[in-house]
């Protein structure tokens, strides 16, 4: 109703002059000077007063007084129409067949007056067209009287009716017009807009796409080196060993394990670039699901037992064997068996495997429990972003650039499953891997992810 309030107030002065007009022609049609007189300060009067009470309104902050000068507007338009009203039935009544002409081209004036705003607020103007059309209506059910006006003074009145309407129908005429036009320049900045925005998102993903293009190969150039590290770094432990150097040999075998550390990371980054940048498909086969986790299991027990952590396993037998790429799967495990151990301390690490029904298809799910530090629940979701790290002492401690979860939910995805979540803070966390049983096809990782 706000716009409908400005426009009211905007057009007082335009609906002041053809009321104007309406008021001379009342006096030719009726014969009477004082009648149209009468009528003119009536329409002034209550066109200033709803002007006054509009103004009003739009200027009124407080959300209890707004709905105040709301009201009174409303009733200061109902004052106008029923002024309006009461001389355009009136005019029917007592003006003959020029009172007919010029009470019925007043009413039309009114109806077109409310379509001009009918989509800014269409409960208001549609009640207030209600008087013109019950006008309209009512006309045609009024006995037709003879005028007292001669036919040149009917003449001029019923002109003055027909000028006030085709006013109301040039207004009419070119406000549709601008309003087509802004409608016409809105939706081409729109569509402006669109392109914009697709050919700046197709930019962001080709610097995405090289970005990670340029990870994946820097990473390789960083495995080549850090592979001789780790291997001269064993050799050398050995020889100290094997010569009774025992403190040379421990510093031989922390240069090894900080390279070793340094190695995961960069297989991280090498895994999440390589799916950002569609280099890598899948490799579906046959496999044994069992051995699959013994290894991954394998590979975490003696950093499990530093920490004073206890790792069970149960796979089901219909869970043994599954057709699925292997090598992203072992990634997966690897990734949530890393995250357990590294929160948890003198706990419980628990793997179990199993096959379940999912929409009609068998599913592995491989589950991941431990009884660490937990995950609040707001912060469930940020878990799975990449290169994010969870506020808390715990995490902070830990360090790890936080792209395990990421690289388990978008591996997942391109093996057509998920990773679900559930954590209670302080009490632990499940993590669980749901898959498909038989991989339907060979797909792009990128894909699916």
């Excluded at 002007?51 to 709905?67: P, S």
Aim: net charge neutral; with cysteine.
């Amino acid at each position: 109703m706000f716009a409908a309030a400005r426009a009211h107030v905007a057009s007082w002065r335009w609906r002041m002059g053809v009321g104007t007009l309406f008021a001379i022609g009342a006096s030719f049609v009726l014969d009477s000077f004082a009648a149209g007189f009468g009528w003119f300060l009536a329409v002034m009067l209550s066109n200033g007063f709803d002007a006054m009470l509009g103004q009003t309104y739009i200027e009124t902050r407080g959300q209890r007084e707004r709905r105040t000068a709301g009201v009174l507007f409303v009733w200061g338009c109902a004052f106008s129409i029923a002024v309006f009203s009461a001389m355009t039935l009136y005019l029917a009544a007592y003006g003959g067949g020029p009172g007919r002409i010029l009470s019925a081209l007043m009413a039309a004036s009114a109806l077109v007056s409310v379509m001009l705003f009918l989509f800014q607020a269409p409960g208001f103007m549609l009640i207030t067209a209600a008087p013109a059309t019950l006008c309209l209506l009512a006309m045609a059910l009024m006995p037709f009287q003879q005028a007292s006006a001669t036919a040149w003074e009917g003449a001029i009145g019923a002109a003055c009716g027909a000028a006030g309407f085709l006013a109301y129908m040039i207004r009419a005429a070119l406000y549709n017009g601008r309003m087509m036009a802004g409608l016409r320049e809105a939706s081409r900045e729109s569509k402006e807009r669109a392109l914009d925005a697709e050919a700046k998102r197709a930019e962001a993903e080709e610097a995405n796409r090289a970005k990670s293009e340029f990870l994946a190969v820097m990473t390789h150039e960083l495995r080549t080196p850090l592979n001789a590290v780790i291997g001269y770094a064993e050799i050398i432990n050995e020889d100290l060993a094997a010569e009774g150097r025992k403190e040379l040999a421990e510093d031989a075998s922390r240069i090894c394990g900080s390279a070793r550390h340094l190695l995961g990371l960069i297989d991280q980054i090498l895994n999440l670039s390589s799916i950002d940048a569609g280099q890598e498909g899948l490799s579906p086969r046959d496999l044994d699901v069992r051995k699959l986790i013994e290894e991954a299991v394998a590979s975490v027990q003696e950093e499990a037992r530093a920490s004073g952590n206890r790792i069970s396993m149960r796979v089901t037998a219909e869970a043994e064997r599954a057709y699925t790429d292997g090598g992203k799967l072992a990634v997966c495990l690897a990734a949530l068996l890393s995250n357990a151990v590294k929160f948890t301390s003198d706990g419980l690490i628990a793997v179990t495997a199993d096959r379940e029904e999912v929409n009609g298809r068998d599913h592995l799910i491989i589950s991941v429990s431990d009884t660490g530090v937990g995950i609040a629940a707001e912060d469930l979701p940020r878990a799975f972003m990449p290169f994010t790290q969870l506020d808390g002492s715990a995490t902070r401690a830990k360090g790890g650039m936080g792209l395990g979860l990421s690289i388990v939910q978008r591996v997942a995805g391109a093996l057509g499953g998920e990773v679900r979540a559930v954590s209670q803070l302080g009490a632990g966390s499940t993590f669980t891997l749901s898959l498909p049983q038989r991989l339907a096809g060979v797909r792009d990782i990128r894909a699916a992810a």
